[in-house]
């Protein structure tokens, strides 16, 4: 059974910092892509970051320079790190694999969602 735990959100004062973790286990093949969604109440899931098993990362224009993803395979942990965070990033944040960069496919697993708040 294939799972994905987040962890790390919690309540900052904007211009703060968070790192969000996501641990996968149950894997029996390498995921293409993994990546960061959020969702705020009353809008869409948006991608993050995303990044594939080549190396290869993108960001949402709204988080370039100041969010980073990666990753530790010998962990099996996504990170997301998060930096001069602004209270437009007030959302729950989804780890997601196997997903073609931000467009989830039909077999993306996700995590529960770890909620990020940010303070003005």
């Known amino acids: 059974q294939v799972q994905l735990v987040e962890s790390g959100g919690g309540s900052v004062q904007a211009g703060g910092s968070l790192r969000l973790s996501c641990v996968a286990s149950?894997?029996?093949?390498?995921?293409?892509?993994m990546g960061w969604f959020r969702q705020a109440p009353g809008e869409e899931r948006e991608g993050v970051a995303a990044?594939?098993?080549?190396?290869?990362?993108i960001y949402a224009d709204a988080v370039k320079g100041r969010f980073t993803i990666s990753q530790d395979n010998a962990k099996n942990t996504l990170y997301l790190q998060m930096a001069n965070l602004k209270p437009e990033d007030t959302a729950m944040y989804y780890c997601?694999?196997?997903?073609?960069?931000?467009?989830?496919?039909?077999?993306?697993?996700w995590g529960q969602g770890t909620q990020v708040t940010v303070s003005s």
């Open positions: 149950g894997y029996t093949d390498s995921s293409f892509c």
């Open positions: 997601a694999a196997d997903t073609y960069y931000f467009l989830p496919l039909s077999n993306t697993r």
């Open positions: 990044i594939d098993s080549d190396g290869r990362i």
